[in-house]
């Protein structure tokens, strides 16, 4: 089955850029997300690539898709305390029948 | 303003004793979700609906049930908990099948 995964832990300093990366295995994935968990809180979409793409920037966030490769990364520039949380990756295929998480990558940002 | 709720947002019951867990939202959405948050294993899909009367099976729905009778509410339902369901759970909703789903604040159970 499809399977997403995620390194579980990423330690930045304020003002630095976070890289988190993700890795799936469905090949037929056409669209991948990036959600933040603060804590206590549900998730919050925070951005989203279509399969075609390479690449998406939104302000201080960008997504790089390896298609070949089946990776997705997220980079948060000028990373800010307000960033710590739990980043999941998460896919969908194209019947969008479900949406599939990764582990979660918890983000600390020490000033 | 537009949200997904659920309650309790915690609960702490004993095994076998029937529980349901509610879930509504004010948008509108056709498509509704349930997860589990389990540490080290990102969120698991239980039971999804994609409108009234709806109803399938996601990944871990062993143990649940779910009912979609108004398009605002899904409840999930746990006849007989026992401690492996003890978890954070998160409904879900969203317009249609793929597009941006919005998550509830969860739902801490644990089962005794």
């Known amino acids: 089955g499809e399977d997403v995964e995620q390194s579980l832990f990423l330690s930045v300093r304020e003002g630095d850029s976070s890289v988190i990366n993700c890795t799936y295995t469905?090949?037929?994935?056409?669209?991948l997300y990036w959600y933040k968990q603060e804590p206590g809180a549900g998730l919050q979409l925070l951005t989203y690539?279509?399969?075609?793409?390479d690449m998406k920037q939104d302000q201080r966030l960008t997504v790089l898709l390896n298609k070949k490769d089946k990776h997705l990364s997220l980079r948060i520039a000028d990373t800010q305390t307000g960033d710590s949380a739990i980043y999941f990756c998460?896919?969908?295929?194209?019947?969008?029948?479900?949406?599939?998480f990764g582990t979660g990558t918890r983000l600390l940002v020490s000033p | 303003e537009a949200q997904v709720t659920q309650n309790p947002r915690y609960l702490i019951t004993v095994t076998g004793k029937k529980l349901t867990v509610t879930c509504s939202q004010n948008m509108n959405h056709e498509y509704m979700s349930w997860y589990r948050q389990d540490p080290g294993l990102g969120l698991r899909q239980i039971y999804y609906?994609?409108?009234?009367?709806?109803?399938d099976k996601g990944d871990v729905p062993e143990g649940y049930k779910v009912s979609r009778k108004e398009k605002r509410n899904f409840p999930l339902i746990l006849e007989s908990p026992s401690p492996n369901q003890t978890s954070l759970y998160f409904c879900?909703?969203?317009?249609?099948?793929?597009?941006?789903?919005?998550f509830g604040p969860g739902t801490r159970l644990t089962v005794t």
């Open positions: 690539i279509f399969s075609n793409m």
């Open positions: 998460a896919e969908t295929n194209t019947g969008f029948q479900k949406l599939v």
């Open positions: 469905d090949s037929s994935s056409t669209y």
């Open positions: 609906s994609m409108n009234v009367e709806v109803t």
């Open positions: 879900a909703s969203s317009l249609a099948q793929g597009s941006e789903q919005y």
